[in-house]
């Protein structure tokens, strides 16, 4: 009851960032500022839209495919570190949109 109670509050909160944050684009400043549980609720759903990618046909990609494969199983709280890591080793691309960064985080460490 609590990991439902915990989601139920991530996704409000998840939801009334992402409309001050432009309609839903979020940058990686915007990220930065946001409490934990917001980042948390944008990577679980960033990396849960490139996994429903993975069955589009055409729109699948060798990097979607490895994204998929390298962070099954992976927690939450692991691929915000990953994401998090990324933004803190290239501030001078925070200006940027969220998701290229996290795709870009995701890649970048599942190819090592």
């Not at 915990?6 to 996704?11: A, D, E, K």
């Not at 979020?26 to 917001?38: D, H, M, S, V």
């Not at 980042?39 to 495919?65: C, E, F, N, Q, R």
């Not at 890591?85 to 969220?98: A, G, R, V």
Request: proline share 4%; with cysteine; hydrophobic share 40%.
């Amino acid at each position: 009851m609590n990991t439902l109670k915990t989601l139920l509050i991530v996704l409000v909160l998840n939801f009334g960032f992402s409309i001050q944050a432009n309609a839903g684009f979020l940058t990686g400043n915007k990220y930065r500022q946001a409490p934990e549980e917001i980042k948390t609720g944008y990577i679980m759903g960033t990396v849960d839209s490139i996994g429903a990618l993975s069955g589009w046909g055409d729109l699948t990609t060798p990097h979607i495919l490895n994204i998929n494969t390298c962070t099954k199983g992976m927690p939450a709280d692991q691929i915000v570190a990953i994401v998090d890591k990324y933004l803190e080793s290239n501030p001078e691309k925070w200006h940027f949109d969220m998701t290229s960064l996290t795709l870009n985080a995701i890649i970048q460490a599942c190819e090592k």
